[in-house]
């Protein structure tokens, strides 16, 4: 068991350094050794782990797939209290704390995007935005968009003001910020939402509510 406990923890050491210099030089210069050195293990123990450079880069974007789900699984159980919308503000905040301080999710949504990475994961922008889209026919359904909002568009303006502040955010962290996203869905909401539901949605997130 102790040997195993190791072993968990020799793989997910190599997961955090690698996704940390995937997300400071790239995929392309980042190289085995130092990834097992920043580690602090053997560059044999990194081949028993993992059989090639794309192989690490498919388990970093593996465990930032599992962060993403989390993070767009949370809203499961309050879907039916808090509505579709306020599920998603939520999710938006928690996302872009994780593209924040979160070096794994970072380097995943990155290396989805990196052309001498393709085929080391899944797409996770993609991903994000398949489930921004079913958020918004959620809320459709609901009845808790503006009659002349099309769930497509709002989809559309989300996913691209998100990958926005992810991209501005890697100069400036100012464009992570919860300050940032409140003022750009307080901006948004009353656009979006169905004017009997507008008072109840928090631009700033529950989380942050509840704090």
Excluded: Y
């Amino acid at each position: 068991m102790a040997r195993q406990e190791r072993a968990v923890r020799t793989r997910n050491a190599l997961i955090e350094s690698a996704a940390e210099l995937f997300d400071r030089d790239g995929f392309e210069t980042a190289s085995l050794s130092t990834i097992s050195a920043r580690a602090g293990v053997s560059n044999g123990a990194l081949h028993f782990h993992f059989a090639s450079k794309a192989a690490l880069a498919a388990a970093v974007c593996e465990a930032a797939a599992q962060r993403l789900g989390r993070i767009t699984g949370e809203g499961g159980e309050q879907e039916q209290a808090d509505g579709a919308l306020q599920i998603l503000i939520d999710a938006s905040h928690a996302l872009l704390r994780g593209f924040s301080h979160d070096v794994v999710l970072r380097a995943g949504f990155d290396l989805g995007d990196s052309p001498e990475s393709t085929g080391a994961g899944e797409d996770l922008h993609r991903r994000w935005q398949g489930w921004v889209e079913a958020v918004f026919a959620q809320a459709d359904r609901e009845g808790t968009l503006a009659d002349d909002v099309s769930a497509q568009d709002a989809a559309l303006a989300v996913v691209a003001a998100v990958a926005g502040f992810e991209a501005l955010g890697g100069q400036d962290p100012q464009w992570l910020s919860p300050a940032t996203l409140t003022r750009f869905w307080g901006l948004l909401l009353p656009r979006l939402a169905e004017e009997s539901v507008l008072g109840r949605l928090v631009a700033s997130g529950t989380a942050a509510e509840a704090g």
